[in-house]
């Protein structure tokens, strides 16, 4: 039996009940490659689940074979809160459900390296598609 890596998740949390705030804007802070070869940058601002981004590693990590290294540029660090089923209107605010990581567009979500040029953009196609936003492959340019 194999045994399952646990989704990220804040160890702990200033406040344990977020409102939603806006995903509006372009990003800033994180809209360069830092570490890797290749990248994956958000094309659209969404929320990003923690469920969302272990389905992407997995699939990228799988298809790699265990070789290169990959990098996570983002955290889910936003709780996310629900209601049970049929509860009704008012007495409250829900129980946190899970969490997410804000990304907006330029945001680089992923990076990758020590792999060759075709299993690269292959395993990034990969993760690319377990994201519910359009993203686009990304390569540093080579200093010669």
């Known amino acids: 039996k194999y045994k399952t890596m646990p989704l990220l998740n804040p160890k702990k949390v200033k406040h344990r009940k977020h409102q939603k705030g806006s995903v509006r804007g372009v ?21 990003i689940t923690a469920r969302q981004l272990e389905a992407a590693r997995r ?17 889910p660090d936003k ?21 997410v990581a804000v990304v907006r567009r330029g945001k680089i979500l992923l990076e990758i390296d020590g792999l060759d040029d075709v299993t690269s953009r292959r395993a990034m196609r990969l993760a690319a598609d377990k994201f519910p936003i359009h993203t686009t492959l990304v390569k540093k340019e080579s200093s010669l």
């Open 59 to 75: 699939a990228m990590t799988r298809y790699m074979q265990r070789s290169g290294k990959v990098w996570i540029r983002v955290f």
């Open 27 to 47: 990003s800033v802070a994180g809209s360069t490659l830092a570490f890797g070869q290749y990248g994956l940058r958000a094309m659209e601002s969404r929320w």
């Open 79 to 99: 709780p996310i809160t629900k209601k049970g089923a049929e509860v009704p209107m008012g007495s409250g605010k829900g129980a946190v459900d899970h969490f």
